[in-house]
């Protein structure tokens, strides 16, 4: 009896001793990150209509965001994520229906100073005024696409009114021949 344990853990030690080796020497050698890693959000701004659906989703209130009218738009002016409390679950980019949130292969979110954690994704001022470049660009495709509508049926009922014009024009052309 006695010995045979020690035996046995000798005997794993010499197997893995010749077992390819599995210890990478971070930071000069990374293993490759999966595609489907969660790592450090990244917010697309241009693509996020500050609806909220992100923070209303995460189950630890890890997302704030603020946001401010401008025009008939939303304009977010902070979003903010207390990473410290994430689980890293993916609720929140699975409930953004505009695809703006992602995880990115970013492992590396240490900080030295624990106010530093929070990762501020947006911080800026909305503007006192609706951006000029979309309005008009919308304004101008909104009244494009009626436009041609309107034509349309103007141009049905106008074309019996003439028909007779011309059956009369002929009329008298007929009566004058
Ligand atoms: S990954 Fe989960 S815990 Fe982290 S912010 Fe998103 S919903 Fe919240
Ligand atoms: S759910 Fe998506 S679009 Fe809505 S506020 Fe969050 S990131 Fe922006």
Redesign the pocket.
Known sequence: MFGKGLIKGLQITWKEFWAPKLTVQYPDEQHTVPERF?GRFVLDVDKCIACGL?AN????K??SLQKQKVGKKQFMTDYV?KVQY????????EACNKDALHFSKDFNMNQYFYKNIPLVLVKREAPAEPLEEEEPAAKAGDKEKPKPKPKAKAQKPAEPAAQPEVAAGKASDKEGQ
């Open positions: 969660h992100c989703a995460c189950p630890n890890v997302i994520m994430c689980l890293f679950c993916g609720l929140c980019v």
